[in-house]
């Protein structure tokens, strides 16, 4: 991770970054779920209309 740019005394700002990183994270793992999900009820949806 050579392109962050905190140091000594930029504690604050890089644990703010952390939590932003960490939630774009979640939101990444949230739409995987979502549309693994999705997937599960197309193929339940496309047997039901067999």
Do not use: P
């Not at 774009?24 to 949806?45: D, G, N, P, R, Y």
């Amino acid at each position: 991770m050579s392109d962050l740019k905190y140091g000594k005394g930029d504690e604050a700002e890089a644990l703010k970054q952390a939590i932003r990183e960490l939630s774009e994270a979640q939101k990444i793992v949230h739409t995987a779920l979502i549309s693994e999900k999705l997937e599960k009820v197309s193929k339940l949806l496309a047997t039901v209309q067999v």
